[in-house]
């Protein structure tokens, strides 16, 4: 059975780093892409980042996240993270990992990977 539980959220101030964390467990994921989404406040939920199994290839929203967001893929341990930085109020939302066969199903506005984790929770304040 397929599980991804995400872990490292919290409440930061505007201008803070967090790394959030993806274990994967309960199935084959190299022919996924991993990939890192958002719910704000009253918004539908987002594409953020996302990694090709292998980590070679990477994919961000836009370039405002580009530039402050980085995900990589750490093989021994199965697990995908999101390092943030400079972070605005504006990142503040439910942060979901989920592992996709296409990267298509991912970008587009209704995402629609194939297995999504619970979510963990980041909050910046101004």
Not at 14 to 23: E, I
Not at 75 to 90: F, G, H, I, W, Y
Request: aromatic fraction near 12%; glycine fraction near 10%.
């Amino acid at each position: 059975q397929v599980s991804l539980v995400e872990s490292g959220g919290g409440l930061v101030q505007a201008g803070s780093s967090l790394r959030l964390s993806c274990a994967a467990s309960g199935g084959d994921f190299s022919d996924y892409y991993m990939g890192w989404f958002r719910q704000g406040p009253g918004k539908e939920r987002e594409f953020v980042a996302a990694i090709t199994w292998n980590g070679e290839r990477t994919y961000f929203t836009d370039f405002s996240i580009k530039d402050r967001f980085n995900i990589s893929k750490e093989n021994a341990k199965n697990t995908v993270a999101l390092q943030m930085n400079s972070m605005k109020p504006e990142d503040t939302g439910l942060y979901y990992c989920a592992a996709a066969t296409l990267l298509k199903e991912c970008i587009v506005p209704d995402p629609r990977p194939n297995y999504w984790g619970q979510g963990t929770q980041v909050t910046v304040s101004s």
